[in-house]
């Protein structure tokens, strides 16, 4: 059951409501205030997760008896309570659309009481894996045509989190993961090469190597900078000749200059006529490290990169939010300072080029000439509508950032110093918002 995965202040208006009979539908927008320092678009991703959520969203009897015996919950809101679930309609940006601040990347419509109470668990959802699908896709703009493999698994923020992470960076573009359960879950390809424990396990790293091409014949990768890289390098390649293998392999740089490192590689495994072999590198990498490898022409095919993407190292959450828009008939907005909103179930408008800007309209109104709506109704009655296979959804979250990123105009893909294009508010929109807004009597 998740009843409790939520913030006690929602469980307590949700009982408010209830008692109150409040149960007119109302939605809530989520979206972003303003992207982190250095991001020029985001990816969207989480919403299948968000939509398992909302369709498992109940309270046991455990968790009742909690709310009774030490929150102080009384047996009306209990018993209201008990019967809860989630039966309402989301909109929602497709995975692996990019978005910008200020567009809805999801809305719910349902009783009041039950939008309140899906708040903190679909905000963090949503916030999360957008948040490393971000910081993946920076990475894939770096590293041009290597290959980008997902190394967070060990440091990300707890082990579900590692999963999000494999599943965010495949939508972003990467080809593997080291999480194998998250390889099983979203069909990936897990990778792996071997750690520096292994190579001291053995009395040297011919033996280690020598051991472990024989377990795994298979495009093996040494690493190869456990004591002097070099002469590393050069027992993978006296291994490789001895065993005859003739089939793909590599080697992992780990440390030190990895520019320098790769072409001295390079250089060695040419001059041992091991052209077809690969050079992989690792350790503490993220898109500005990638970026100046690739600069300096490093002959380097593939990159694993874990923590600062697993974590998003430099921009690590979002300024996310999740507002009523709309209670029954009413629309609804803020007006606080630097965090006012936009009233009504909105839509987003986006044109053939990324250069013209989205606009942030009203659900029902008409496309501006020549833009498709961005946000389509994943779930209605508490149902998703396309429950789709995760491995399948991962492969189609993965088609829309391919389309996307191609569309997006050049100086919101720079890593440094980005402009995102223009989002405008339609006319419709910005007449209702006044007209909200005067009740108040502020415009």
Known sequence: MTGLRTDLYELRMAASYLRRDMTEHAT??????????????????????ALAFLESFAFDDAELGYLRDLVGFDEPALTALAGLRFTGDVWAVPEGRV?????????????IAEAQLVETGVLNLITFHTTVATKAARCRLAAGGAQLVDFAF??????????GVARASAIAGFAATSDVEAAMRYGLTPSGTMAHS?????????????????????NPIFLVDTYDTPAGVRAAVDVVTELGLTGPFGVRLDSGDLGALARETRAILDGAG?????????GSLDETVIAGLVAQDAPIDGYGVGTKMGV?????????????????????LKLSPGKATLPAAKQVFRAPT?????????????????????????????????????????????GRFDAD????PEPATRLADPAPPAVTVSPALATLHERVAARFGRR
Not at 198 to 218: G, N, S
Not at 274 to 282: C, D, G, H, K, P
Not at 368 to 378: S, W
């Open 99 to 111: 978005v910008f601040a200020d567009e809805p990347l999801l809305e719910v419509t349902a009783p």
């Open 312 to 332: 998003s190292y430099d921009a690590p959450s979002l300024d996310s939010a999740y507002k009523l828009v709309a209670y029954g008939e009413r629309p609804v």
């Open 154 to 163: 060990r440091r990300t923020h707890g082990i579900e989190a590692g999963a």
């Open 354 to 398: 990324g250069a013209a800007g989205d606009v942030v309209g009203l659900r029902d109104e008409p496309p501006p000439g020549g833009r498709e709506p961005l946000l389509v109704q994943v779930m209605r009655g508490g149902r998703r509508l396309d429950p789709a296979d995760p491995a399948e959804a991962v492969r189609a979250a993965r």
């Open 28 to 49: 809530f927008s989520l979206f972003v205030r303003r992207l982190p320092h250095g991001r020029g678009f985001l990816v969207a991703a989480g919403l299948a997760e």
């Open 198 to 218: 292994y190579v001291e396990a053995f009395p040297d790293e011919r033996a280690a190597f020598r051991a472990f091409a024989a377990d795994f014949p298979t």
């Open 274 to 282: 091991l052209r077809q072999a690969t050079i992989f590198a690792s």
């Open 405 to 408: 990123l191609a569309w997006l």
